[in-house]
């Protein structure tokens, strides 16, 4: 899930001791239930729009790759769907789609969107109330040919234990979309576009911060360990983009402007494809595959 951001452009952080011991569950019940509407007013905010649109056209473009410009119906499971935007649009598409949330607000929320969905699914998506560390559980021994994983593994206390079995819901030959803070990012933002020299030597040496909307905390990834993790969980890196380059350098009032957003998306989508740019991005997307 995205986060919306404490103004319109997006989110403001501060150093926050990281629990190991608190799930991801029991945080986001306590923290996520009553902000929905915030939540949505940032995906209508400029750089919510934008954000969601990249990852829209990277999903695409891997799927393409993968299967075909028109990939077949698919088995699809959305891990922290939120609002279902992303997991709403393959349905319309005719893929199977399964929405999994812990927060039953974002779920109500979907469900009314997949109400009015046009064009009507032709499989109707199935919901279900329940956290990352249930999904093998709540999901019953079902696998599926694309999981998505979006802004969920940075506030996992434990994100590599949690990705073997996340990943066994995965056919064999099946693919994983996961979208995640990139640690590289937070030093640059803190020190250039902030001035704030302390919090980026303590984004840079890996500390967690707490998300001052949410009030939870989130410790950004560094590639090179989560590219690790997923290899031990079976799962090969096919390809990486970055999401958001540029944009959180730029002035909101340039961001509000909607002259500048088309340029900006193809700039975005472009930068996001290639090295270095895509490896200092805000967010990280990776697409891998199961093995087997």
Request: hydrophobic content about 40%.
């Amino acid at each position: 899930m995205c986060l919306p951001p404490k103004s319109g452009a997006e989110i403001s952080d501060r150093p926050q001791d990281f629990d190991p011991g608190s799930t991801m569950s029991t945080l986001i019940s306590m923290n996520f239930g009553e902000r929905v509407s915030a939540y949505e007013a940032y995906l209508e905010s400029p750089h919510g729009r934008l954000r969601s649109e990249i990852v829209w056209q990277q999903l695409s473009s891997f799927m393409a790759k993968s299967w075909s410009p028109e990939p077949p119906p698919l088995q699809v499971l959305d891990i922290g769907c939120g609002t279902g935007e992303l997991a709403l649009r393959l349905a319309a598409r005719g893929h199977a789609v399964t929405l999994l949330d812990p927060v039953k607000q974002m779920l109500d929320r979907a469900q009314e969107k997949a109400q009015v969905l046009e064009p009507t699914p032709s499989v109707p998506p199935r919901f279900i109330a329940g956290s990352v560390e249930e999904a093998p559980d709540l999901t019953e021994g079902k696998t599926f040919d694309l999981l998505l994983c979006h802004t969920v593994v940075e506030y996992l206390p434990s994100p590599e234990s949690a990705l073997v079995p996340l990943c066994s819901l995965l056919n064999s030959g099946g693919f994983l979309s996961l979208v995640a803070l990139n640690h590289w990012q937070g030093p640059l933002r803190h020190a250039i576009r902030d001035h704030k020299f302390d919090e980026a030597k303590r984004a840079l040496a890996g500390e967690s911060f707490r998300d001052t909307v949410f009030e939870l905390p989130r410790k950004a990834v560094v590639p090179e360990e989560l590219h690790n993790h997923l290899e031990a969980a079976g799962i090969e890196i096919i390809d990486q983009g970055g999401i958001l380059v540029f944009s959180d350098y730029l002035p909101p009032a340039m961001l509000d402007d909607p002259s500048h957003a088309p340029t900006l998306f193809r700039l975005e989508l472009e930068a996001g494809a290639l090295s270095p740019f895509k490896d200092v991005a805000r967010y990280l997307h990776l697409w891998g595959r199961r093995a087997g």
